[in-house]
């Protein structure tokens, strides 16, 4: 780690906590275990905003383009939850879209967002994100989102998902064919990378993807995504590090 400053936006462990929207417990985690990008200030811990910003941008490419999920393994169970992000409304079971785009237009043109969102740009983003790369990580499962959630400033999280009736061609190189969908819509690539992290985790188990195949309503699909992510958190072990 490099061991003096330069000019720029200098961040505490409490700053970088809320920063990344963590637990200050979780940010002494990945300093532990050599994850952030840190600067030793006699007995304190300091970190450059740039460093942290270009940090971030490497771990979103290592989880969407490499599968690697180390960042995940420093996480609080309470920091990872997805089922909050869910909403009836956003929603849709055994959907039959013709194509991977009708799907995202469906989704981003039905979905209940905020007011302000300009569902076209949304569609647009999202769509240039998977010609980018496909988004379809695992067999059964794919995590669309735009490009930079940023500029549709959305006011608080969501994922939106949608159950598909038959495994649909996403045009992944991998031949994914995912019968789940879920859209993440973070408000900054922080929120992004940890609720992609918990996606790729979550809806990696088997049973869970065939309990929302089974679902017959959005309230089911939503319950038992609530059930395996308690499954996962008693799965956590308790001790610190261990």
């Known amino acids: 780690m490099p061991d003096t400053l330069n000019a720029g936006e200098i961040l505490t462990i409490r700053q970088l906590a809320e920063y990344l929207?963590?637990?200050e417990k979780?940010?002494?985690r990945m300093l532990d275990r050599n994850q952030l990008p840190a600067v030793r200030v006699g007995a304190q811990w300091r970190f450059r905003r740039q460093d942290i910003d270009n940090w971030l941008t490497?771990?979103?490419?290592?989880?969407?383009?490499?599968?690697?999920r180390s960042v995940l393994d420093a996480l609080e169970p309470s920091e990872l939850a997805i089922h909050p992000m869910l909403s009836p409304e956003n929603v849709w079971i055994a959907t039959h879209p013709a194509s991977r785009d009708e799907l995202l237009a469906l989704?981003?043109?039905e979905a209940s967002l905020d007011p302000h969102v300009d569902r076209d740009q949304l569609y647009r983003s999202v769509?240039?994100?998977?010609i980018l790369c496909s988004t379809a990580l695992l067999d059964h499962a794919a995590?669309?989102?735009p490009v930079d959630p940023r500029p549709f400033r959305f006011t608080r999280k969501r994922v939106l998902l949608a159950v598909l009736a038959a495994p649909l061609d996403f045009q992944d190189p991998h031949h994914h064919t995912p019968r789940v969908v879920a859209m993440i819509l973070a408000r900054s690539t922080q929120g992004h990378l940890l609720a992609l992290s918990r996606a790729i985790k979550l809806f990696a188990s088997p049973p869970l993807i065939e309990r929302l195949t089974t679902a017959r309503s959005a309230e089911r699909a939503i319950d038992a995504i609530a059930a395996e992510e308690a499954r996962i958190a008693r799965d956590v072990p308790t001790k610190?590090?261990?």
């Open 21 to 23: 929207m963590v637990s």
């Open 26 to 28: 979780t940010v002494y």
């Open 58 to 68: 490497d771990e979103v490419r290592r989880v969407e383009h490499e599968g690697q």
């Open 107 to 109: 989704m981003t043109h």
């Open 127 to 130: 769509r240039e994100r998977e």
């Open 143 to 145: 995590f669309p989102h």
């Open 240 to 242: 610190d590090g261990q």
